[in-house]
């Protein structure tokens, strides 16, 4: 998801794909330690997904871009 969509939506919605993301985080982390994984790219991409998310989260809480889509 791109920063422009997850800009749109509302900071409950952001929550759950945060706890979302981070539980796919850890299973993609667990997989990798224990098997070989087939997308080796898919746990950078998450990672910084999440990043995208708590920035975007923090912008909204100091109010540094404006507090939309509360």
Not at 42 to 68: S, V, W
């Amino acid at each position: 998801m791109k920063i422009k969509d997850l800009r749109g939506q509302r900071d409950s919605e952001l929550e759950f794909e945060l706890d979302r993301l981070q539980k796919a985080l850890f299973d993609a982390r667990f997989k990798s330690a224990t098997e070989t994984s087939a997308q080796p790219g898919r746990i950078r991409e998450t990672r910084r997904q999440i990043a995208r998310i708590r920035t975007l989260m923090l912008e909204r809480k100091t109010h540094i871009r404006g507090a939309q889509a509360r």
